[in-house]
Every structure is written in structure tokens, then in C-alpha cells.
């Protein structure tokens, strides 16, 4: 199918070629020529979404124009945080371990600076689910790993790449569906 689809856009190019049009060719490109010869590069990368990822700044309740976002926010992260553990992660469904959260303005901008006593900056995740996410993100194969660099950078969020690749990879959605 990939190849398939590749050729497709082939297929469609006119007199010039546009790469902006054939974004699965640049997927492949990128798998085979960089990912694969420097992965730790990547993992590496992939590993800097989750310390300041997009999913884990929240809207300060305290904050009355807030209250509202964070409610849409725990309605569609508090799913995608526990999917993303117990699926891609191996914990096991229903356990406690959370990731860390920012909330409002000025804790986010403190987590997010780097300083003396933050030296890498981003959120303090617990150690066990930080080491689960590097033990899975190195198991990726190149091209698995490509398109978790990819989803982690469009979405700048390590939980939505991670909820995509392991719905790709297995077919179990978000909240265990098919």
C-alpha cells in the first residue's frame, strides 16, 4: 500500500515537481536517509515532546474566562493520557501513575525555562513513565519511528504521536475501540 500510494503521487505530478504535493515520498525519504542512519537523533527529539508536551499545560481554574478550557481540556487529554500509558506504554489499564501537568501562565513559563536548578527545563514526569516512553520510542523501527517525529512535531505533544503510531500499529483506538 505505501508503495502504492507513493507512486500515486508520482503519478500526479505535472511538468515540475512539487515535494510539498507527495508528503508520504518525503516520509519515506526521511525514514530511509536520516532516520535510519541516526536514530538516536530522533529519539532523542521524539523524548524533548514529552518534557513540554502540549497535552500537559492546563488552563488555571482559578482563572474565570479558564474554567471552561480546562473542562474541555480534561475532557479530551484525561482519555489520551491514560490510553497512551496503558497502550503504547505496556502500564496496566486503570493505573495511577499520571503524567506531570503545568497549570496556568506562570508555572508553565517557570517549567519551561531552562535554569540552574532546570537544567533540561520542561515538566517533571515521574521517572517510571519516563523511562517506559524511551523504552518504547527506542523498540520503533525507522520507519516507525519517522512517523512517531513527524506526529510529535506537527501536534508538538508526545502523547497524540504516541496515541497514533500505536493505533496504526495495532489497531486499538484511543479507549480500547477498533
Known amino acids: 500500500p505505501l508503495a502504492m500510494a507513493v507512486a500515486s503521487e508520482w503519478d500526479a505530478q505535472g511538468t515540475h515537481l ?6 508520504l515520498m518525503t516520509l519515506c525519504c526521511t525514514a530511509i536517509d536520516q532516520v535510519a542512519s541516526q536514530p538516536t537523533s530522533h529519539r532523542d527529539g521524539v523524548m524533548g515532546y514529552l518534557r513540554n ?6 488552563a488555571d481554574t482559578n482563572v474565570a474566562g479558564d474554567r471552561a478550557l480546562r473542562r474541555r481540556q480534561s475532557t479530551a487529554w484525561d482519555g489520551l493520557h491514560e490510553s497512551t500509558t496503558s497502550g503504547a506504554l505496556g502500564f496496566p489499564v486503570g493505573h495511577d501513575l499520571r ?3 503545568a497549570v496556568g ?10 535554569s540552574a536548578s ?37 501536534s ?12 496504526a500499529t495495532t489497531g486499538v483506538a484511543a479507549g480500547g475501540g477498533r
Open 105 to 114: 501562565e506562570g508555572e508553565a513559563l517557570s517549567l519551561g525555562r531552562r
Open 156 to 167: 508538538k505533544s508526545f502523547f497524540v504521536g504516541a496515541a497514533l503510531i500505536h493505533e
Open 99 to 101: 503524567p506531570a501537568f
Open 18 to 23: 512539487r515535494p510539498a504535493q507527495m508528503p
Open 53 to 58: 508536551d502540549t497535552t500537559c499545560y492546563w
Open 118 to 154: 532546570n537544567p533540561t527545563s520542561g515538566l517533571p514526569h515521574p521517572p517510571l513513565l519516563v523511562s517506559r516512553a524511551r523504552r518504547w520510542v527506542d523498540s520503533l523501527d525507522a520507519w516507525t519511528l519517522a512517523a512517531l517525529y513527524s506526529a510529535c512535531a506537527e
